[in-house]
Nanobody, 122 residues
Framework: QVQLVESGGGLVDAGGSLRLSCAAY??????????MGWFRQAPGKEREFVAAISGSGGSTSLADSVKGRFTISRDNAKNTVVLQMNSLNPEDTALYYCAAKRGWGPTEYDFWGQGTQVTVSS
């Protein structure tokens, strides 16, 4: 079991920035073998993909709605993944989840965090 803990959420004005972090924990763990993703879910809406990064960090994927504004990165030495969010708008308001899965490809994510709330005021 991989435990994922998100942090960095909060309230920000439109146009502002937030940096979300996700720390991964497991007793014996090779973090670099896991692809990491960020997802979000707004009230009354389905969960949607935001960004993903491969185990090595060499490949990334971003939802069209956040391209040019969000970046994803990881530090395998610290077992962390970061979602840098710039130029936030009220439509970005949601509960943001970190997720992990083996490998890189169109497979389901195996582990999920509890989420961190992001609220963008207009």
């Amino acid at each position: 079991q991989v435990q994922l803990v998100e942090s960095g959420g909060g309230l920000v004005d439109a146009g502002g920035s937030l940096r979300l972090s996700c720390a991964a924990y497991r007793r014996t763990f090779s973090f670099s073998t896991y692809a990491m993703g960020w997802f979000r879910q707004a009230p009354g809406k389905e969960r949607e993909f935001v960004a993903a990064i491969s185990g090595s960090g060499g490949s990334t994927s971003l939802a069209d709605s956040v391209k040019g504004r969000f970046t994803i990165s990881r530090d395998n030495a610290k077992n962390t993944v970061v979602l840098q969010m710039n130029s936030l708008n009220p439509e970005d308001t949601a509960l943001y989840y970190c997720a992990a899965k083996r490998g890189w490809g169109p497979t389901e994510y195996d582990f999920w965090g509890q989420g961190t709330q992001v609220t963008v005021s207009s």
